[in-house]
């Protein structure tokens, strides 16, 4: 199996050129509603996360608990989309939560800002100011929303394999031009590679879950690591024995075969949600 990421600047022809790429390859379409579904499959209300969609959160957005589980959630529906294999996302941090995975080819798409305004008038029928506006606050937005969910630059051309101006390129040329990079780049092997990375990080995700939202052991800032079916569990909390319940609820998650921690105990050690 392999996956496309495609990430965008508004009215760079992002969804179309999506949409042409998975008829041609025959793959799944993975946007922001076939993402909330999966969130809504979890149990979570997801209109609850609109202010973290694709953006920067405010001030307070940023203190509350809600951000760290609009973050897990979206995760956890990007590994489990891409667990089924086959699939070309478009945007929701996609290209960076699969960053160096075999078999995901990432793609940017970009156009000049005056043909980019064009497009949004004839979009939300409105003027060149209000054009205007609407494309550089969508540029603001998902640059920070990189930034502060990934610590990334968005716009950076070195984060993708390939970056195409779609100023004057339709997107049925965009779709054949990424499939001919799709041929050169994916192959047997880098399919069987792509499924064995997948599965590991959607395993280091359910035990991510496990630990936080079923047994709600307070390790904070708590992460994963798995290769080989070796689980390293990383984050700080204060005492031995919450370091010890990890490590027995790590053991319960399927798929585990061992289970290392290189939690911090730091005493007294307090974090606001």
């Not at 990424?178 to 499924?195: D, F, P, V, Y």
């Not at 990375?197 to 995700?205: A, D, H, K, S």
């Not at 319960?252 to 105990?265: A, K, R």
């Amino acid at each position: 199996m392999a996956i496309v990421t495609i990430s965008r600047e508004l009215a760079a022809l992002g969804d179309e050129t999506a949409h042409e790429l998975a008829k041609i390859l025959d793959y799944r379409f993975v946007d922001k509603y076939a993402l909330e579904e999966r969130i809504k499959g979890y149990g979570v209300e997801s209109h609850k996360f609109e202010k973290y969609d694709e953006k920067k959160p405010s001030f307070w957005a940023s203190l509350s608990q809600d951000r760290d589980d609009y973050l897990h959630y979206l995760k956890t529906a990007v590994l489990t989309e891409a667990g089924e294999g086959n699939c070309v996302f478009i945007g929701r941090g996609a290209s960076v939560m699969l960053k160096n995975v075999p078999g995901v080819l990432s793609v940017f798409l970009v156009a000049p800002i005056d043909i980019r305004i064009e497009r949004v008038k004839s979009y939300f029928h409105c003027d060149d100011r209000r054009g205007r506006q609407i494309a550089e606050q969508s540029d603001h937005d998902r640059i920070g929303f990189h930034r502060y969910f990934f610590d990334t630059d968005w716009k950076d051309p070195g984060n993708y394999h390939l970056s195409l101006n779609t100023g004057h390129l339709h997107p049925v040329v965009c779709a054949e031009i990424i499939k001919h990079l799709w041929e050169q780049s994916i192959n047997e092997e880098t399919e069987a590679r792509n499924e064995a990375r997948i599965r590991e990080l959607i395993l280091g995700q359910l035990v991510k879950h496990h630990l936080l939202y079923e047994k709600e052991i307070p390790i904070h800032f708590l992460e994963t690591s798995v290769s080989s079916g070796k689980v390293l569990i990383y984050g700080v909390t204060n005492s031995q024995s919450l370091v010890e319940a990890a490590l027995a609820a790590t053991r319960e998650v399927p798929g585990v075969e061992n289970v290392q921690s290189e939690i911090q105990v730091v005493q007294e050690y307090n974090v606001m949600p």
